[in-house]
């Protein structure tokens, strides 16, 4: 009964396809099979060893399996072992022909598969590569571009530079040659106005009292002209600078309205200053250029106001000031308004044609006040009048003792010494001397002066900063520096023609 178990492994194994397990008992049975005189048990184990060599695929070993059952079949049915195998082998010939062709069909559709495939990636693998080559392209031409782009924008930028530092050099080269030239014109022109003073004082005939003063006002005029020009382009170079002085603000506005109303009176108009008992009146900051503000917006409303009033206003809280000044003068059309404020404009040509003046005016105190960080507000109704308005912010002032008259004890026939390298000043500050009384001598440079001090007993040196060979404060110094009491301690009063920083 063991072959039995045997063969029945042999099947079932065969069946679930463990071959390796089929195979031992195949082997096994086969053993025992062969040492008994029974056919059935051998027909048995040739056919379950067909079926697993054809499980197997091995089918040389099933043809020789089949042909072995067939013999020991046709042994027990009688049947003709060479009928049977040439059955088994037509039967096992077609089913290999149909397996063949299976495979064959298999292998062709594998290789059609294979081919399209190899197609499709051939496909992809070339747009990919055009697409990349297309990416690449236009990559490069991108960054041709962007290249040139960036040329250009440098060749620009290095353009604009260029003109930028020309533009800044050509306005400091015209600031530079309008101090100059302001300055060379100035000299003459306070020459002409104190002459002029002097020819006053000598009691003219009325014809030439009248042709001294219109020839006064016209220098005053074009002296006024050139400084707003020397302003405006100090201005534009960014070479001015504000100070930062002690002052008192009551007396600064004073000054400014005083100085208007002679020619207020003249012209029928009322002008006033308004300045609150309770407002601080000394404060910081740079007087001149405020001065030089309240100036100019109270002689446009005295020149363009014919009849009525010229008011200044001033208060504040803390450190914040307000002014305005308000006339009832011819006013300003809406439309003129928003360019008022700029360089050599005004609100018509009518109104230049009627009234004069260069244009400049407005457009420095809009200046002047954007560097002190604030700004000119204007409100103007046509043949009603115009208040222009401004707010600063100051801190508060230290009150200083100020002295207009400086006693020197000097005699009325003291000797001045007038250090001066221009003739016309020379000319005209002698004169002035001389008329109060005062004996004068000059000298051209510091060196003259300390050989003048040698031989005369100067009691007075009017000492000019700029002079050549030696200037003023080296002269200054030198005698100071003097082993002689009397000439070391001699006083000298310095003038000069700057009005800038280094000047003071």
């Given at each position: 009964?063991?072959?039995?178990?045997?063969?029945?492994?042999?099947?079932?194994?065969?069946?679930?396809?463990?071959?390796?397990?089929?195979?031992?008992?195949?082997?096994?049975?086969?053993?025992?099979?062969?040492?008994?005189?029974?056919?059935?048990?051998?027909?048995?184990?040739?056919?379950?060893?067909?079926?697993?060599?054809?499980?197997?695929?091995?089918?040389?070993?099933?043809?020789?399996?089949?042909?072995?059952?067939?013999?020991?079949?046709?042994?027990?049915?009688?049947?003709?072992?060479?009928?049977?195998?040439?059955?088994?082998?037509?039967?096992?010939?077609?089913?290999?022909?149909?397996?063949?062709?299976?495979?064959?069909?298999?292998?062709?559709?594998?290789?059609?598969?294979?081919?399209?495939?190899?197609?499709?990636?051939?496909?992809?693998?070339?747009?990919?590569?055009?697409?990349?080559?297309?990416?690449?392209?236009?990559?490069?031409?991108?960054?041709?571009?962007?290249?040139?782009?960036?040329?250009?924008?440098e060749a620009q930028t290095t353009e604009l530079s260029e003109a930028k530092n020309k533009a800044e050099q050509a306005t400091r080269t015209k600031a530079d040659f309008l101090s100059v030239m302001s300055h060379e014109i100035r000299t003459p022109l306070n020459a002409v106005i104190a002459?002029?003073?002097?020819?006053?004082?000598?009691?003219?005939?009325?014809?030439?009292?009248?042709?001294?003063?219109?020839?006064?006002?016209?220098?005053?005029?074009?002296?006024?002209?050139?400084?707003?020009?020397?302003?405006?382009?100090?201005?534009?170079?960014?070479?001015?600078?504000?100070?930062?002085?002690?002052?008192?603000?009551?007396?600064?506005?004073?000054?400014?309205?005083?100085?208007?109303?002679?020619?207020?009176?003249?012209?029928?108009?009322?002008?006033?200053?308004?300045?609150?008992?309770?407002?601080?009146?000394?404060?910081?900051?740079?007087?001149?250029?405020?001065?030089?503000?309240?100036?100019?917006?109270?002689?446009?409303?005295?020149?363009?106001?014919?009849?009525?009033?010229?008011?200044?206003?001033?208060?504040?809280?803390?450190?914040?000031?307000?002014?305005?000044?308000?006339?009832?003068?011819?006013?300003?059309?809406?439309?003129?308004?928003?360019?008022?404020?700029?360089?050599?404009?005004?609100?018509?040509?009518?109104?230049?044609?009627?009234?004069?003046?260069?244009?400049?005016?407005?457009?420095?105190?809009?200046?002047?006040?954007?560097?002190?960080?604030?700004?000119?507000?204007?409100?103007?109704?046509?043949?009603?009048?115009?208040?222009?308005?401004?707010?600063?912010?100051?801190?508060?002032?230290?009150?200083?003792?100020?002295?207009?008259?400086?006693?020197?004890?000097?005699?009325?026939?003291?000797?001045?010494?007038?250090?001066?390298?221009?003739?016309?000043?020379?000319?005209?500050?002698?004169?002035?001397?001389?008329?109060?009384?005062?004996?004068?001598?000059?000298?051209?440079?510091?060196?003259?002066?300390?050989?003048?001090?040698?031989?005369?007993?100067?009691?007075?040196?009017?000492?000019?900063?700029?002079?050549?060979?030696?200037?003023?404060?080296?002269?200054?110094?030198?005698?100071?520096?003097?082993?002689?009491?009397?000439?070391?301690?001699?006083?000298?009063?310095?003038?000069?023609?700057?009005?800038?920083?280094?000047?003071?």
């Amino acid at each position: 009964t063991l072959h039995l178990i045997y063969l029945n492994l042999l099947q079932n194994y065969t069946q679930m396809g463990q071959l390796a397990m089929a195979q031992i008992y195949a082997d096994s049975a086969s053993l025992l099979i062969d040492s008994l005189d029974g056919i059935q048990p051998k027909v048995s184990l040739h056919l379950f060893r067909y079926q697993l060599a054809l499980a197997k695929e091995d089918y040389q070993a099933a043809l020789a399996e089949y042909e072995a059952y067939h013999r020991w079949e046709d042994s027990l049915s009688g049947k003709s072992v060479r009928e049977q195998t040439e059955i088994m082998r037509q039967q096992f010939e077609l089913e290999r022909q149909a397996l063949s062709n299976t495979v064959l069909k298999q292998e062709k559709d594998q290789q059609a598969l294979q081919l399209q495939q190899q197609r499709f990636i051939s496909g992809i693998s070339l747009g990919g590569f055009m697409l990349a080559l297309g990416l690449l392209v236009y990559l490069y031409r991108m960054h041709q571009n962007r290249k040139k782009l960036v040329q250009a924008l440098e060749a620009q930028t290095t353009e604009l530079s260029e003109a930028k530092n020309k533009a800044e050099q050509a306005t400091r080269t015209k600031a530079d040659f309008l101090s100059v030239m302001s300055h060379e014109i100035r000299t003459p022109l306070n020459a002409v106005i104190a002459i002029g003073h002097l020819l006053l004082d000598e009691s003219p005939r009325p014809d030439q009292k009248e042709r001294l003063l219109t020839l006064r006002h016209s220098a005053r005029h074009l002296l006024t002209l050139i400084n707003d020009i020397l302003d405006f382009s100090k201005i534009e170079a960014g070479k001015l600078v504000l100070e930062q002085t002690h002052f008192n603000l009551y007396t600064l506005a004073s000054q400014s309205i005083e100085s208007f109303r002679p020619l207020a009176q003249r012209k029928g108009l009322t002008i006033g200053l308004q300045y609150p008992s309770e407002l601080r009146q000394w404060w910081q900051g740079d007087p001149i250029r405020i001065g030089q503000i309240l100036s100019n917006l109270i002689s446009n409303a005295v020149k363009f106001t014919e009849k009525g009033f010229v008011h200044l206003q001033i208060s504040g809280e803390g450190e914040s000031l307000h002014v305005a000044v308000t006339d009832t003068g011819v006013g300003i059309e809406p439309e003129a308004q928003s360019k008022i404020f700029e360089a050599f404009s005004q609100s018509g040509a009518d109104t230049a044609r009627r009234f004069g003046g260069s244009g400049l005016g407005l457009s420095i105190c809009r200046q002047l006040l954007n560097l002190m960080g604030s700004q000119i507000q204007l409100q103007s109704t046509p043949g009603q009048g115009s208040t222009f308005s401004f707010s600063i912010t100051l801190p508060p002032g230290i009150p200083q003792q100020v002295q207009d008259d400086i006693p020197v004890g000097l005699p009325n026939d003291a000797l001045i010494l007038v250090a001066e390298d221009n003739e016309i000043n020379q000319m005209v500050v002698s004169e002035f001397l001389v008329k109060w009384h005062f004996r004068v001598c000059t000298a051209d440079n510091g060196e003259e002066v300390l050989a003048c001090l040698e031989k005369k007993a100067v009691d007075l040196i009017l000492m000019d900063v700029h002079m050549p060979v030696m200037d003023g404060l080296e002269a200054t110094r030198r005698i100071r520096a003097l082993p002689d009491p009397r000439l070391a301690q001699i006083p000298i009063i310095a003038f000069t023609a700057s009005a800038g920083a280094e000047g003071q």
